[in-house]
C-alpha cells in the first residue's frame, strides 16, 4: 500500500505558484521521497527527490519538514503544460508503488 | 536523459488471442525493469519486477502464467498477455532503473491495448 495522502485535486492559475502538499507521517530514516508526475496517457516522468534538505532543480522545488512526515512540491510559475497527476511516493528502493496522487489543473 | 521506448503504443486484438509489448531502454542498460498496468483514472499498479537473465517477481494477485515477463537483455523487457480477454484492456506501462539514484526511474510511453 502507499504510504502517503495527498489531495485528490487542486486547481491552480498560470503563472502562479503550485504547491502540492503530502502527507508521509509514517516514514522511516533512510526513505526517499519521490516526486514524478504523469500527463494524460502517458508515462510518469519523474520531477524531484530529496531525503531531509530541501531540494530545488529546473523543474520545482521540494520542502521537506523537519520531521520528515510531511512535504510540498512547488511548481514556482505553474503553465497549462502542468496539467497532470503528481504523485508523492516514499521509497527507499526501486519498487515504486503509486497511490492515488494530486490532480492538478492548471487554468488561464 | 535516459530514454525508454514501449512498442506497440496501441493494440487491438480479439479475445483469446497474445498480444507482446515490448519495452527497451535505448540509451542504457537496465538490470531491472518495472510492469505496471493502470486503468482509466485510476492510478498504476505494479504487476511485476523484472530483472535482466532471472524469472520475473510478481506482485500478489497478478497471474504470471497470464502476464509473461521476459527480460532477455539489458535493454529489453516483454510482457505477453496470453488468452487475452476484454477485462485484459489497460494501459501498460513500463520503467527501467539505469542503477544511479534509488528510486529514479524512467518510463516508457505506455501501450494501451484492447482486447475484443
Known amino acids: 500500500d502507499a504510504k502517503t495522502t495527498q489531495p485528490p485535486s487542486m486547481d491552480c492559475a498560470e503563472g502562479r505558484a503550485a504547491n502540492l502538499p503530502c502527507n508521509h507521517s509514517?516514514?522511516?530514516?533512510?526513505?526517499?521521497v519521490y516526486w514524478y508526475r504523469q500527463i494524460h496517457s502517458q508515462g510518469p516522468q519523474y520531477i524531484i527527490h530529496?531525503?531531509?534538505n530541501n531540494e530545488t532543480n529546473e523543474m520545482a522545488s521540494l520542502i521537506i519538514t523537519e520531521d520528515r512526515k510531511s512535504s510540498t512540491l512547488i511548481l514556482p510559475h505553474a503553465t497549462l503544460r502542468d496539467t497532470a497527476v503528481y504523485y508523492c511516493?516514499?521509497?527507499?528502493?526501486?519498487?515504486?508503488?503509486f497511490g492515488t496522487g494530486t490532480r492538478l489543473q492548471v487554468f488561464p | 536523459g535516459a530514454v525508454v521506448s514501449q512498442h506497440p503504443s496501441r493494440v487491438i486484438c480479439k479475445s483469446g488471442t497474445s498480444v507482446k509489448i515490448e519495452c527497451r531502454s535505448l540509451?542504457?542498460?537496465?538490470?531491472?525493469m518495472f510492469w505496471y498496468r493502470q486503468f482509466p483514472k485510476k492510478s498504476l499498479m505494479l504487476m511485476a519486477t523484472?530483472?535482466?537473465?532471472?524469472?520475473?517477481?510478481?506482485e500478489q494477485g497478478v497471474e504470471k502464467d497470464k502476464f509473461l515477463i521476459n527480460h532477455a537483455s539489458l535493454t529489453l523487457s516483454t510482457l505477453t498477455v496470453t488468452s487475452a480477454h476484454p477485462e485484459d484492456s489497460s494501459f501498460y506501462i513500463c520503467?527501467?532503473?539505469?542503477?544511479?539514484?534509488?528510486?529514479?526511474?524512467?518510463f516508457g510511453e505506455g501501450s494501451r491495448l484492447t482486447v475484443l
Open positions: 511516493i516514499v521509497i527507499n528502493t526501486d519498487k515504486l508503488i
Open positions: 520503467s527501467a532503473s539505469r542503477g544511479g539514484r534509488t528510486g529514479e526511474l524512467f
Open positions: 530529496g531525503l531531509k
Open positions: 509514517t516514514i522511516s530514516g533512510n526513505e526517499y
Open positions: 523484472s530483472n535482466e537473465g532471472s524469472k520475473a517477481t510478481y
Open positions: 540509451d542504457f542498460q537496465a538490470t531491472t
